[in-house]
């Protein structure tokens, strides 16, 4: 399914959730992570505090001296921006209230236990490789309705409400069954990262084309440079989300809707073959195979320090590696380059989303603090706050209006536009975890020489296969 925007030459944010929100979440998700411990308190209720009076400063109706505890994923958009914006506008709005931080990297390992015992934290950034199912929380009651956030008025403006003041499709790209969950906060592009000043410093550019980028990692690879890498070891997403975007150009999205809907035989599309044949050149000829047993960060430094040319990510890649990124680098995103004339979609198509989500607790003991938290994150000084820190547009409208990015999200704003309808996104790895962990696996064994094409798509096909035919898990379909 590709985006149609309203002006096909100016593809914005609100265009990529206009498109979210039509494909939406369809099904009733089954219980799956925290079921089998439910029963050790995950049906135990906080002892919740009382309302407290509803005013026009405190429409959620949120007991004012009452604590919050607020629980964030340290990733690539790190903790700064809950420290140092939106805890202390919650704090301003509320001097009485504790607002008790916690960051960590591993939102399952440290929260699941909590649920389950039935004393969740009221409000979680539930993101990266160890999140927990939003499917199965959905299902175990454990995540409030934000419908009340979404119709209680802004921070902003007491005549508009807080879903008025966000992208179109916003609301519905969070949504289970019609029922809001989630917010998905930040606009995310995916692609190929390489540095301008590199680049520039060797006379070299972006490639296109399948012939002109093989031609120039083979230059990259004459100076001495790693061509191309990801990191085996916890990033595997990233080169599986490349191959797939890869596959939705050869043969059009649809090659993505069937992976999603399980479809017979989607594994096995002439699509995604052709491109895991072609990666499995990239991984035999231009990877160093030693990055398989590193981590993320670890092979994102070695960008930095100019010994990687092309890294495949998102755009929070900038942010999370600010700190090691030395002056004048200039990260700038290529999209994956077509594989030939034949190719369904342009080179210029690549996967964009509204991406990172947020929850609040809903068997919490302060929920409505969880739901006024949210309210004040989607603040204009809350999303503006978000951008300085983070250097990411948000899905508030007004959050980035005369907002210089830096150069790498510049590029994948300015790729994002470049793209016009022809935007795209994958959803079973948030749908089917078993799933993405196959994919992930496959990805390392394909790319670093183990298997061929032919037994990566057939691998993945048995797994996929084996989901659909088991009825205790939950199918979703777009």
């Not at 805890?87 to 504790?98: C, M, S, V």
């Not at 070299?204 to 085996?232: H, M, N, R």
């Not at 989300?241 to 002439?270: P, R, S």
């Not at 999303?383 to 007004?398: D, H, L, M, Q």
């Amino acid at each position: 399914m590709s985006i149609t925007p309203d002006n096909p030459a100016d593809l914005s944010r609100r265009t990529v959730l206009r498109r979210a929100a039509a494909v939406g979440l369809l099904a009733t998700p089954a219980a799956g992570l925290l079921s089998a411990c439910a029963t050790s308190g995950g049906d135990e209720k906080n002892e919740q505090v009382a309302d407290g009076t509803k005013s026009a400063t405190n429409p959620l109706g949120v007991a004012e001296d009452a604590p919050i505890e607020v629980v964030i994923f340290n990733g690539g958009y790190g903790e700064k921006y809950a420290t140092d914006v939106h805890q202390p506008l919650y704090k301003k709005a509320f001097p009485k209230a504790e607002v008790k931080h916690q960051s960590t990297q591993a939102v399952s390992t440290v929260l699941q236990p909590r649920f389950a015992a039935g004393n969740p934290p009221e409000f979680v950034n539930n993101s990266g490789e160890k999140l927990i199912d939003f499917g199965s929380l959905v299902a175990d009651g454990q995540l409030a309705d934000l419908t009340e956030l979404w119709d209680a008025p802004s921070v902003d403006d007491p005549n508009k409400k807080v879903r008025d003041t966000v992208v179109p499709g916003t609301v519905d790209v969070g949504s289970f069954n019609g029922k809001p969950y989630v917010l998905y906060y930040v606009s995310t592009v995916f692609g190929i990262w390489y540095s301008g000043k590199l680049f520039k410093d060797n006379g070299w550019a972006p490639a296109k084309d399948w012939s002109e980028f093989t031609a120039l990692l083979d230059k990259i690879k004459a100076k001495g440079i790693t061509p191309y890498g990801y990191a085996g070891a916890n990033a595997a997403y990233y080169q599986w989300n490349v191959i797939l975007t890869h596959a939705a150009k050869i043969g059009g999205t649809d090659v993505l809707k069937n992976i999603d809907n399980l479809e017979d035989g989607a594994w096995q599309q002439d699509a995604v073959k052709q491109a895991a044949e072609a990666w499995a050149e990239i991984g035999a000829k231009y990877v160093d195979k030693s990055f398989e047993g590193l981590k993320h960060t670890d092979v994102q430094l070695r960008q930095n320090q100019y010994k990687l040319a092309f890294y495949p990510s998102g755009d929070w890649l900038e942010g999370e590696q600010k700190k090691d990124t030395p002056s004048g680098f200039e990260y700038q995103l290529m999209p994956v380059p077509s594989l030939s004339a034949s190719d369904k979609l342009p080179a210029t198509a690549l996967r964009a989303t509204a991406g990172e989500g947020y929850f609040v607790s809903a068997k919490s003991k302060n929920p409505k603090g969880g739901l006024e938290y949210m309210r004040q994150m989607l603040s204009v000084a809350g999303a503006k706050g978000f951008t300085e820190v983070v250097k990411a547009p948000t899905v508030v409208t007004a959050g980035s209006e005369g907002f210089a990015f830096p150069p790498g999200v510049a590029s994948s704003q300015a790729a994002l536009k470049a793209a016009g309808q022809d935007v795209f996104n994958i959803y079973f790895d948030g749908w089917y975890k078993e799933l993405d962990t196959e994919v992930r696996t496959a990805t390392n064994e394909l790319m670093f020489g183990r298997i061929k094409a032919d037994a990566f798509v057939e691998r993945i096909q048995k797994r996929a296969d084996a989901i659909k035919k088991d009825s205790s898990i939950a199918k979703f379909t777009r």
